[in-house]
């Protein structure tokens, strides 16, 4: 009997470029386990349809990630979703029981704070400036005020100053955010007296972005941490480079989430040599995806 494999995958728009095939493709080669990760992209009036066929019980999918620009919107298709998510109001993982139960994770806020683990840089009573305010920003933000290694302040700023006070409007509801303060221009980040730097717009994936701060600001006691990772080092980073900050880009966090993941739908750890082959699987792609 031709019985199908497992399928998981990645739900968004665009997709075309994520990485994530790659890396959840080589842990199910790596476990020897028969099922396959793809790609689905989705127009917003695709969403209904997707959901009705992903209860069916002969669907074959039991667990998809979730990218721009749905992780808000995914929210109302899930039977449940864990207290984190409920907080950060975002959603990255869906695990898909045998029952057809959709459940909803964020892995994304997690994984950035195994990141910043791994980088050895501990938040308590550091000073926070972060650029951007869309659902990145949102995880972020929201995990670095609910944390117990309580940092001391975190400035954030925005392009579109509305869609900040949006934001902080909603995840205050939820969230003690009295360490938060919106500011109007990017001199009020005080990034000459920050700890850690975060860029979360989109800035730096384009060639010839801008490296959106003054070079001058950047300082040797800066992380600066650019969620973009392609290229790998941003204008941004490349100036903190220059001025001999330590820098990071999002690629690491894109592991963690992946990882996070994975061990939801499997309900497993992995292990150390299964994530070796996923982290070595994405990094071979960054290197090679094409700039566009
Ligand atoms: P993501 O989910 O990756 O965060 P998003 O929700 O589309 O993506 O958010 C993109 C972020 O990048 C926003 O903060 C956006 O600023 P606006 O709210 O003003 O649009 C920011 N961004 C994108 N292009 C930008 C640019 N050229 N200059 C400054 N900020 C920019």
Redesign the pocket.
């Known amino acids: 009997m031709d019985v199908q494999s497992a399928v998981y995958g990645i739900i968004g728009y665009p997709v075309a470029h994520s990485l994530s095939p790659l890396m959840h493709n080589a842990a199910f080669k790596e476990l020897g386990v028969d099922a396959v990760y793809k790609l689905f992209p989705l127009k917003e009036n695709e969403l209904d349809g997707f959901f009705a066929q992903l209860r069916e019980p002969s669907s074959p999918i039991f667990g998809l990630n979730v ?3 749905y ?1 808000e919107r995914v929210i109302k298709y899930l039977g449940n979703i864990t207290p984190l998510a409920q907080k950060i109001m975002a959603v990255n993982t869906i695990v898909i029981t045998k029952e057809r139960k959709l459940i909803g994770y964020n892995t994304d806020a997690p994984a950035f704070l195994s990141h910043l683990v791994e980088l050895k840089f501990n938040t308590r009573d550091k000073k926070i400036a972060i ?8 995880a972020i933000l929201a995990i670095l005020c609910m944390i117990p290694e309580r940092p001391d302040s975190i400035k954030i700023y ?3 100053p509305e ?2 006070d949006i934001l902080l409007e909603d995840l205050r509801t939820r969230i003690d955010i009295s360490i938060v303060e919106p500011v109007r221009s990017i001199d009020d980040l005080d990034i000459p007296g920050a700890d850690l730097l975060i860029n ?4 730096g994936l384009k060639p010839g ?1 801008p490296g ?1 701060v003054d070079e001058e600001l950047l300082h040797r006691k800066l992380l600066v941490y650019d ?1 973009v990772y392609n290229p790998p080092l941003t204008p941004l980073l490349k100036m903190a480079q220059k001025r001999g900050a330590h820098v990071a880009n999002g690629l690491s966090m894109l592991y963690y989430q992946g990882v996070l993941a994975f061990q939801h739908w499997a309900n497993v750890q992995l292990d150390d040599d299964v994530k070796l082959k996923m982290r070595q699987a994405l990094e071979k792609g960054a290197s090679q995806s094409v700039r566009k």
Do not use: F, H, I, Y
């Not at 650029?131 to 949102?138: E, N």
């Open positions: 990218t721009v620009p992780k650029l951007g305010s869309g659902g990145a920003a949102r925005n392009r579109t869609r900040l979360t717009t989109s800035v972005d959106l969620l």
